[in-house]
């Protein structure tokens, strides 16, 4: 079926005098989780990775992925003709490099520019030219071969109200023409989901796992409008919109309008917009490339937004304790497996106030399945737990108020001295992240260390960042700011949530990671500057069973027996007899 | 006269139809510290800080410095008409912001670019043309107005032996051009004085402080041509160069060869290489743009190299023992000065075997000088040791075998606890960027963190960067790595020498740092990969007396002890019995 589809898309391809045609299964919003109606590359290569990209030239296909995948794309790919290359490896053959080599010069390399943001397309553009091949960005050649091609989500949308927003439409509207105006810009335009759902206080569920609404949006010049299929809205909410001064118009007729635009100076995102909005207002325009505001607003949750995300890691916690007054009562008692950990993760979790829905896949791995970073756990491939060794889980909920992230490692039993100290060392890595104090203008690849120096100085390390930003009822990934060893430039700053998420993998034995959600606050200003410190909002005990307490110094301690009082006293009050005694148990002192 | 000067440029300007002339004060080797023939900076303004550049029109001039500068800058600029601006400040006014502002559209702007880099004179090229400017890169004003100027340094120069090179030239002819095949390239272009030194192994003492030799070379193509006044060898050296297959050719007809170039691939590095080179080639020929290879060849020390560096270290702590025995024996008893200090540092270091001169101009401040992190001590404002309190000096020497630079502060009587507290965390800072382990791949700004931590966590810091690299019998400064918070991107790499130099700056009361220099070496490899630590090269004490011991760790106690006992046992079977009863005081276990 796939070979069937290659050649179907070779015949559009001689049609069209493309050949080479690349496919990234990226969507015109530059989406993390991409809807259906974009999955272009599962259609197109059989390969169902959440990482790739492709290129096909008339006798040759290959399909690009990073080492999580390289068993599975293997698999997946075998018979359909598509070759497995290695990508994010140093050294290895390049997409670009790879289709220089297999075309003839003055051939040409076509792809469909809407799914492809600015700076990646001016990189090809950049790599192609200096070898004498052309491009062709504004052809979707995808639309002719995809038979019942799945539809546009349809799910519908709601608003966001200013008690968990914290600002109303109008704020954010001012917030952005102040950046508008400071820029000199006329306008600016939003294609990212969640820049247009935190501007316009709109919330929707077109996304698994992210709570958007499939939208364009421009803001400037005293208007706002919202390309968006207006019957996603019950009557109310369109009238709100309205009367907030929004414009709301046919998602369909946002690159039509985009045509009118002429004269404008114009602000847009490289890395957030799609190369075809670029170049339709590029011809009539001048650009001017700025970092997303709202992507950099929505990073700084203000007061009402961190006090939804409190109360949404309370209904975490309690959840949780469900969770594990459940599993103790059924373990070496009933078959568990691993899928059944994440339904009840879920199940728990839906019984709290203003649930949504899950914030990412959930991660359940015991024992060797622990140590495969991205373990996407299911029915068939799940392993049963017994009661011994230790279980990683990983996972979040979306409530209205908030969304959260939290990974434990627990033991199940019996445990190696080997497990305590990893995950002693994997624990030290946490807490010096989570203690730190540093001055403003810090940036998360200078801290990502602190996560990391227990595990060093042991010769151990984890092979992926520590921290990424989180949205307040938004996506669970979400930027500018990271802490990584990437040098990413943004400095953190006040109301900025990250993960703290340092682990340990050992292949085929186990796998560890303990995962917090911190936020940046204030901490004193003096002689030598501002100065700023975290402070955490996941509220659930750390497994203290698997903790040797000889590697922790004074202070280590005393985190651990702080934060578990903290703990208790923010939960206590909200539990239920049976999760009260079981939280007395989880937070003893140390 | 600086008005005069001035005048005299705005005439030369008017004849050229320039409107507005840049100066830096660079040469055309991108040298950090300048031989007086290109000093125009000083000569033009009067402003004789070692950071600046200015900017002429017909009716205005202005110079950019740092917040270091800007009283000694206020001061030197009085009556010249010359405006002082703050360079690197977030907001300030910028050289091309100010000159876009000044001049009418259409103006040319014109600077020598024989004295600008590559990358900073296409900087310019780009703002101003949008902003519809001419440059005019190819024009020398300064020779026509200059009387007098002084001459091209004509000191002799001498060949580095291979003992302390640990490689040949010919080893070193045959790694360069190994890297030319590897990126398909004809020839490098060598202009930065210790890229070329290194790589003919040659020394000298055109350039204060730095032991090198005014020249320009190529590599490639069996080739090895080294321009330079062949008059500062002796017959026995140039005789040696010429077996080696150098050819040796006047400095002076360095650019006529240029011209002669052509259909070549060649490789420079943007921002070593003068914008006027790049001109010259880019007509007809392909340009590579890479990161100079010797420069990162020569940050990765050899065994020899390191044997050099670690004999350098020995002569170092020998000479400071001097020091400290003289001063113990003179404080509060004779008069002295920070100036005093200064010069005998010098004295007891030049009793040293080898030794060629001072690595770097000397920082000596007691008290409140210590707090002026870059202090350049003078007759003039020396203030006088008193038996009470703290001093800071940093100083260091060229040997023919190597290089040192360190930094201590001691206390020269009853100090205060804050001296103490403060002291102790600067110190913890060095221990612990010394003791980390660190995976391959690891950049300068992950682990800066480390230096600074214990200072954040008690709301101190300091405005420096923690470490630069350090040559080898070579400049004291050197790239391309660096342990700062700036995201540089150059990983640490075996055989690579830095500086670890935190410190803390109280002003008007008192500063103090404490540098050694480390190297890497590697650790070791397993499943997690490859794992490098530093190995500290500095032998002298660390003062004690200053140590809140209650503040330390164990392990932090046990780093004191065992660096002591280290410095005692490399340094006592070298020392008479008068410093080693010193060192053997110094040196007592904590």
């Given at each position: 079926?796939?070979k069937?589809?290659?050649?179907?898309?070779?015949?559009?391809?001689?049609?069209?005098?493309?050949q080479?045609?690349?496919?990234?299964?990226?969507?015109?919003h530059?989406s993390?989780?991409?809807?259906?109606?974009?999955?272009?590359?599962?259609?197109?290569?059989?390969?169902?990775?959440s990482?790739?990209?492709?290129?096909?030239?008339l006798?040759?296909?290959a399909?690009?992925?990073?080492?999580?995948?390289?068993?599975?794309?293997?698999e997946?790919?075998?018979?359909?003709?598509?070759e497995?290359?290695k990508?994010?490896?140093?050294?290895?053959?390049?997409?670009?490099?790879w289709?220089a080599?297999?075309?003839?010069?003055?051939?040409?390399?076509?792809?469909d520019?809407?799914?492809?943001?600015?700076?990646?397309?001016?990189?090809?553009?950049?790599?192609?030219?200096?070898?004498?091949?052309?491009?062709?960005?504004?052809?979707d050649?995808?639309?002719e071969?995809?038979?019942?091609?799945p539809?546009?989500?349809?799910?519908?949308?709601?608003?966001?109200p200013?008690?968990?927003?914290?600002?109303?439409?109008?704020?954010?509207?001012?917030?952005?023409?102040?950046?508008?105006?400071?820029?000199?810009?006329?306008?600016?335009?939003?294609t990212?989901?969640?820049?247009?759902?935190w501007?316009?206080?709109?919330?929707g569920?077109?996304?698994?796992?992210?709570?958007?609404?499939?939208s364009?949006?421009?803001v400037?010049e005293?208007?706002?409008k919202?390309?968006?299929?207006?019957?996603?809205?019950?009557?109310?909410?369109?009238?709100?919109?309205k009367?907030?001064?929004?414009?709301?118009?046919?998602?369909?007729?946002?690159?039509?309008?985009?045509?009118?635009?002429?004269?404008?100076?114009?602000?847009?995102d490289?890395?957030?917009?799609?190369?075809?909005?670029?170049?339709?207002?590029?011809d009539?325009?001048?650009?001017?490339?700025?970092?997303?505001?709202?992507?950099?607003?929505?990073?700084?949750?203000?007061?009402?937004?961190?006090?939804?995300?409190?109360?949404?890691?309370?209904?975490?916690?309690?959840?949780?304790?469900d969770?594990?007054?459940?599993?103790?009562?059924?373990?070496?008692?009933e078959?568990?497996t691993?899928?059944?950990?994440a339904?009840?993760?879920?199940s728990f979790?839906?019984?709290?106030?203003?649930?949504?829905?899950?914030?990412f896949?959930?991660?359940?791995?015991?024992?060797?399945?622990?140590?495969?970073v991205?373990f996407?756990?299911?029915?068939?491939?799940?392993?049963?737990?017994?009661?011994?060794?230790?279980?990683?889980?990983?996972?979040g909920?979306?409530?209205e108020?908030?969304?959260?992230?939290?990974t434990?490692?627990?033991?199940?039993?019996?445990?190696?001295?080997k497990?305590?100290?990893?995950?002693?060392?994997?624990?030290?890595?946490?807490?010096?992240?989570?203690n730190v104090k540093?001055?403003?203008?810090?940036?998360?690849?200078h801290?990502?260390?602190?996560?990391?120096a227990?595990?060093?100085?042991?010769?151990?390390?984890?092979?992926?960042?520590?921290?990424?930003?989180?949205g307040?009822?938004?996506n669970?990934?979400?930027?500018?700011g990271?802490?990584?060893?990437?040098l990413?430039?943004?400095?953190?700053r006040?109301?900025?949530?990250?993960?703290?998420?340092p682990?340990?993998?050992?292949?085929?034995?186990?796998?560890?990671?303990i995962?917090?959600?911190?936020h940046?606050?204030?901490?004193?200003?003096?002689?030598?500057?501002v100065?700023?410190?975290?402070?955490?909002?996941?509220?659930?005990?750390?497994?203290?069973?698997?903790?040797?307490?000889?590697l922790?110094?004074?202070?280590?301690?005393?985190?651990i027996?702080d934060?578990?009082k903290?703990?208790?006293?923010?939960?206590?009050?909200?539990?239920?007899?049976?999760?009260?005694?079981?939280?007395?148990?989880?937070?003893?002192?140390?």
């Amino acid at each position: 079926m796939i070979k069937e589809r290659i050649e179907a898309l070779r015949k559009a391809m001689k049609d069209n005098n493309i050949q080479a045609y690349l496919i990234n299964g990226s969507d015109p919003h530059m989406s993390e989780y991409v809807p259906a109606h974009w999955q272009s590359r599962p259609f197109m290569s059989g390969f169902t990775g959440s990482f790739g990209y492709m290129a096909v030239t008339l006798d040759k296909a290959a399909l690009w992925t990073d080492s999580r995948y390289y068993l599975q794309a293997g698999e997946e790919l075998a018979g359909s003709g598509i070759e497995m290359m290695k990508a994010r490896e140093p050294g290895a053959v390049t997409l670009e490099q790879w289709i220089a080599g297999e075309l003839q010069p003055e051939s040409t390399v076509g792809f469909d520019g809407t799914c492809y943001a600015l700076t990646e397309a001016e990189g090809f553009e950049s790599f192609f030219s200096k070898n004498n091949l052309h491009v062709q960005s504004g052809v979707d050649l995808l639309t002719e071969v995809w038979d019942n091609r799945p539809g546009m989500p349809d799910c519908n949308a709601f608003l966001h109200p200013v008690k968990w927003a914290g600002l109303s439409r109008s704020d954010k509207f001012s917030a952005l023409n102040r950046e508008l105006e400071k820029a000199g810009a006329d306008l600016m335009v939003l294609t990212a989901l969640d820049d247009v759902c935190w501007t316009f206080n709109i919330r929707g569920a077109d996304v698994e796992c992210n709570p958007v609404v499939i939208s364009f949006a421009f803001v400037g010049e005293n208007r706002a409008k919202l390309f968006i299929d207006e019957t996603k809205f019950d009557d109310n909410a369109l009238a709100e919109l309205k009367n907030d001064g929004v414009e709301v118009k046919p998602y369909e007729s946002f690159y039509d309008e985009l045509n009118t635009i002429q004269g404008k100076t114009i602000m847009i995102d490289p890395a957030r917009t799609n190369f075809h909005v670029y170049n339709i207002l590029n011809d009539n325009n001048k650009m001017i490339r700025q970092l997303s505001v709202p992507a950099l607003l929505k990073s700084c949750k203000n007061d009402a937004e961190l006090a939804g995300m409190k109360k949404a890691h309370l209904s975490d916690g309690l959840a949780l304790l469900d969770f594990q007054l459940w599993l103790e009562e059924k373990l070496g008692k009933e078959t568990i497996t691993e899928y059944d950990v994440a339904m009840k993760l879920e199940s728990f979790r839906s019984k709290q106030d203003g649930y949504v829905g899950t914030s990412f896949f959930p991660i359940v791995g015991y024992l060797g399945h622990g140590a495969i970073v991205h373990f996407r756990v299911s029915p068939d491939t799940a392993n049963e737990l017994k009661p011994e060794g230790i279980m990683l889980f990983d996972s979040g909920g979306q409530y209205e108020y908030g969304t959260t992230d939290i990974t434990r490692t627990i033991s199940l039993g019996p445990v190696t001295y080997k497990m305590k100290r990893d995950f002693t060392q994997v624990l030290k890595g946490m807490i010096n992240l989570s203690n730190v104090k540093f001055p403003e203008g810090t940036k998360g690849c200078h801290l990502d260390v602190l996560a990391r120096a227990a595990l060093w100085n042991d010769q151990k390390n984890y092979g992926h960042g520590t921290g990424h930003g989180v949205g307040a009822f938004m996506n669970v990934h979400e930027g500018p700011g990271s802490i990584r060893p990437d040098l990413n430039n943004q400095p953190l700053r006040p109301g900025n949530i990250f993960s703290d998420e340092p682990g340990i993998y050992r292949a085929g034995e186990y796998g560890i990671r303990i995962e917090n959600l911190i936020h940046v606050v204030e901490d004193v200003e003096n002689e030598f500057g501002v100065f700023y410190k975290f402070e955490t909002l996941t509220r659930f005990p750390i497994c203290t069973k698997l903790i040797d307490v000889t590697l922790l110094t004074a202070s280590e301690i005393n985190w651990i027996n702080d934060y578990h009082k903290d703990v208790f006293d923010a939960l206590s009050p909200l539990a239920n007899e049976e999760q009260t005694k079981l939280l007395k148990r989880l937070t003893m002192p140390i």
